[in-house]
């Protein structure tokens, strides 16, 4: 979907609701080593978004990963979330 919005010049999203209409879609899920992945560029001070983008999931797959591994997340302004 990254790779379409690139191409046409649309948000991933706005190519995900295109295509959920037109084609059966399946969730795909971080392996292991991408959850290493994503704790380690979070805790290197990378935002959520970048994280999800660069590893190319929904945000919320992101998030449920860093909860799971004890990660604590941070608010928009980089603050520790209460």
């Known amino acids: 979907m990254y790779e379409l919005g690139t191409r046409f010049g649309d948000e991933r999203r706005t190519v995900s609701n295109i295509l959920r209409h037109e084609v059966s879609m399946r969730r795909r899920g971080l392996s292991p080593e991408q959850v290493d992945d994503a704790v380690r560029f979070y805790n290197l001070g990378w935002s959520l978004a970048r994280v999800d983008g660069h590893l190319c999931v929904d945000p919320t ?16 302004h980089g603050q520790p979330r209460s």
């Open 61 to 76: 797959t992101v998030v449920s990963k860093l909860r799971e591994r004890g990660i604590p997340t941070r608010d928009i």
